[in-house]
């Protein structure tokens, strides 16, 4: 007697078009999650161009298993929402610039490969960050890097990759000013003078930036720092403590882990989130815990180790 085999599962795949490798031919991808048992159901794609694909995967998800996205960090923050709403876990084929959120999550940066993993591994509840009413993944930040998000631009994104992020970094430096802000946490109100104030709910961001040398995206608690430097030059100094996640250990850089902290600015500052200006200040920000289920490989069985580049001087 023959048993039928079970029947595959169905996968809403959209691909942002517009991330740095979203022109990636997609037949290997389509054969390998087949093979694996996952039939691929792409909307139109006229719809797959839009930038927000919330209102897309609502509108297709009705009758599959899980969403797939091949795309950046942006990609991701723009689907959070809707990953949220429909309740079914989330494959990612990494297709961006820096993918920091695959990275976190130990994902192969190898789109065929990350293919293959959705089809064996099993789901991970993952941590989302929520500030003002927007979810991110990553980092949120106001300061130097909401400078550098609006700064860096799509076109150098594709054209220079990772290296991009160096290039607009080097030149906002002589331009960074120190600001005021004030910080309301764990009962406590603290105002410092800041280059930069960041809200990690993940590892890493910024295409080769740790938030924290023990931040995991699912460890239920948000790991802030404030870079409270007197020059631009320090920020140089302090890179490689950047890239390993240990700026904290810093004289002039305040650093904690908390689940809900408020941000305040004399003037209205704006807020990067994954690479995205979301909002702006006053900023209130919580970590929301297993509020997505994410393809990957489980915390124990994840790479420590940040995406390498070298800064232009």
């Known amino acids: 007697m023959t048993v039928p085999s079970a029947l595959p599962r169905r996968a809403l795949m959209m691909v942002n078009p517009r991330a ?13 999650l087949r093979t694996g048992g996952i039939e691929p159901v792409e909307p139109p794609a006229g719809e797959s161009a839009q930038t927000d694909c919330s209102t ?17 960090d942006g990609t991701l923050n723009a689907a959070a929402p809707a990953v949220i709403e429909t309740g079914l876990p989330l494959g990612i084929l990494p297709l961006g610039t820096a993918n920091d959120l695959a990275r976190s999550l130990g994902l192969p940066l190898d789109p065929l490969t990350a293919a293959q993993m959705i089809t064996t591994a099993e789901p991970q509840a993952v941590d989302l960050g929520w500030v003002n009413g927007h979810y991110y993944f990553n980092v949120a930040s106001i300061g130097f890097s909401a400078d550098l998000a609006s700064e860096l631009t799509a076109d150098a994104k594709k054209k220079w990759g990772t290296l991009g992020y160096a290039i607009a970094a080097f030149r906002l430096l002589r331009r960074a000013r120190p600001f005021s802000i004030t910080i309301e946490h764990d009962g406590m109100v603290e105002r410092v003078t800041t280059i930069q104030a960041s809200v990690g709910n993940g590892r890493h961001y910024g295409g080769g930036m740790t938030v924290s040398e023990n931040a995991t995206v699912d460890d239920g608690k948000l790991d802030f720092y404030s870079l409270e430097v007197a020059h631009w030059w320090r ?3 302090l890179l490689p403590a950047l890239r390993r996640g240990t700026h904290g250990q810093a004289a002039d850089v305040r650093a904690f882990s908390t689940t809900e902290i408020v941000l305040k600015s004399k003037k209205p500052r704006p807020v990067n989130t994954d690479g995205e200006l979301a909002t702006h200040t006053p900023a209130h920000f919580k970590v929301v815990p297993k509020a997505v289920r994410i393809f990957a490989p489980p915390r124990d069985e994840r790479p420590a180790t940040a995406v390498r580049f070298r800064m232009p001087f």
């Open 20 to 32: 740095r490798n979203g022109d990636l031919p997609l037949d290997a991808i389509r054969d390998s």
């Open 56 to 72: 897309v995967i609502t509108r297709h998800a009705r009758g599959c298993d899980l969403i797939i996205l091949g795309g950046g």
């Open 235 to 237: 920020l140089v100094a």
